[in-house]
């Protein structure tokens, strides 16, 4: 157990430049608090005793800014920096080497039942605000920008952002991306066609008249 507790600790000097010292950043670290009050709420869940588990998450919750359901299931390494107004559900499942900043939400649509709250890969970056809704997976080592609301699968090694959350650069290549120069118009495409449509129909009056007798020439002039 203080193995991991060390562990947590380096965890926190390896992803945040403002960590300063091992005393600060156990008493002034709510991730770590809140990390902490989960392994204990989760060895409750565990042995069923939901109640217990759920007022010892509830506790951290008041302290910490923080909530955690008990039954989430959390890796090795897995930091929240600054923390206030995360939550993440009971059928989340966290992989190892994961960070959340705050106001991250790992939750349901309200629309599933049983496993409904997301899995995410090891190795993940969930930026400040960013929602990840539903049963889906979030890939290895993909990262989901600030205020993102993510609602369907994410692929691993890819960068999500917007809402509804998007792929943006997968592998560390950009896709789809806009090339606001060159948006497309569709006006101006439907007014090419028709100035197409009236060139060939001048053609074709021209070709009627001087089968009829007028001049060829003169008719297409005349259009
Ligand atoms: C006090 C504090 O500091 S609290 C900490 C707050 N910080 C955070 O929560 C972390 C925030 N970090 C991010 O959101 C980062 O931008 C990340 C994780 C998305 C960066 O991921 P990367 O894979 O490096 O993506 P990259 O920076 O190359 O951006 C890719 C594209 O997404 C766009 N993008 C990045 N973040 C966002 C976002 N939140 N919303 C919309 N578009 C975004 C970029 O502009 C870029 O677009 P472009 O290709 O048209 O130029
Ligand atoms: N704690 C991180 C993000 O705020 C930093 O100081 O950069």
């Known amino acids: 157990m203080f193995k991991h507790m060390r562990e947590d600790i380096a965890t926190i000097f390896e992803n945040d430049p403002a960590a300063r010292s091992w005393f600060e950043v156990v008493f002034t670290y709510s991730g770590l608090h809140a990390l902490w009050a989960h392994r204990v709420a989760h060895c409750l869940y565990k042995k069923r005793w939901y109640t217990t588990a759920r007022i010892t998450s509830q506790i951290s919750r008041f302290m910490t800014g923080i909530e955690i359901?008990?039954?989430?299931?959390?890796?090795?390494?897995?930091?929240?920096?600054?923390?206030?107004?995360?939550?993440?559900?009971?059928?989340?499942?966290?992989?190892?080497?994961?960070?959340?900043?705050?106001?991250?939400?790992?939750?349901?649509?309200?629309?599933?039942?049983?496993?409904?709250?997301p899995t995410i890969g090891s190795n993940v970056v969930i930026a400040s605000g960013a929602k990840v809704l539903g049963s889906f997976t979030v890939g290895d080592n993909s990262r989901v920008g600030s205020n993102a609301v993510v609602l369907s699968e994410v692929p691993p090694n890819s960068t999500v952002v917007g809402i509804p959350g998007r792929v943006v650069k997968r592998d560390g290549v950009r896709v789809g991306r806009l090339d606001h120069n060159n948006l497309p118009d569709p006006v101006?495409?439907?007014?090419?066609?028709?100035?197409?449509?009236i060139e060939e129909l001048k053609v074709e009056v021209a070709t009627i008249k001087s089968k009829s007798g007028g001049s060829q020439e003169n008719d297409v002039k005349n259009l």
């Open 69 to 117: 359901h008990p039954g989430a299931i959390i890796g090795r390494r897995f930091f929240i920096d600054h923390g206030m107004g995360v939550i993440i559900g009971e059928t989340c499942e966290i992989g190892d080497d994961v960070v959340l900043y705050q106001g991250v939400t790992l939750g349901g649509t309200g629309k599933e039942k049983g496993k409904r709250h």
């Open 188 to 197: 101006v495409d439907m007014f090419r066609q028709l100035q197409e449509q």
